[in-house]
């Protein structure tokens, strides 16, 4: 059932529903497909054999499927060739535009520079607190808070806290 020449119906992947011939067969689980349908390898099981058998040798090329294909009524696909292009060269750079790049680039360098040791550690030793004044009344603060503990503490030397007892509520 599967032979060069025979019309076929993709059944599975991006071309499914559209009309080929079988113009080469590769192994026992694949074969050769063009018409409808893109020019590529095709499964086997992803074919339908139909009963029109097309005389057309191996390996025929698109230009001869399309024309035993156009006598079944069948219309081929037809890809539009590519315009033919100069790739574009790339230019080389003067010396005077590679320098001032270079110094672009010290530019950037120097402003994201991490900061030196001794700067960093300036910075470590005078905190935001240190420049508002803020330590010093913190320290006292604390110092008070200390003194105000310990009162309290020998107040009560012996008293130990005892958890109260709660009773569980009642879901109503």
Do not use: C, W, Y
């Not at 080469?24 to 409808?36: A, S």
């Not at 219309?75 to 750079?93: F, G, L, S, Y």
């Amino acid at each position: 059932m599967i032979e060069i020449g025979r019309v076929v119906v993709k059944v599975a992947g991006r071309d499914a529903g559209k009309k080929g011939v079988i113009i080469g067969i590769l192994d026992d689980k694949f074969v050769l497909v063009d018409g409808e349908t893109r020019r590529r390898k095709a499964n086997i099981l992803h074919i339908e054999p139909l009963n029109q058998v097309i005389k057309i040798e191996k390996n025929a090329s698109h230009e001869a499927v399309a024309k035993a294909l156009e006598e079944l009524g069948i219309k081929a696909r037809q890809t539009k060739p590519k315009p033919k292009t100069q790739k574009p060269k790339a230019k080389r750079k003067t010396p005077e535009q590679l320098r001032k790049l270079k110094e672009e680039k010290r530019k950037l360098m120097d402003i994201f520079k991490p900061k030196k040791k001794e700067e960093a550690q300036e910075i470590k030793e005078t905190t935001l607190e240190d420049k508002a004044g803020l330590a010093e009344a913190k320290e006292e603060k604390h110092e008070h808070g200390h003194k105000e503990h310990k009162e309290r503490k020998e107040a009560k030397p012996n008293e130990k806290k005892v958890p109260k007892k709660t009773t569980p509520k009642k879901n109503e």
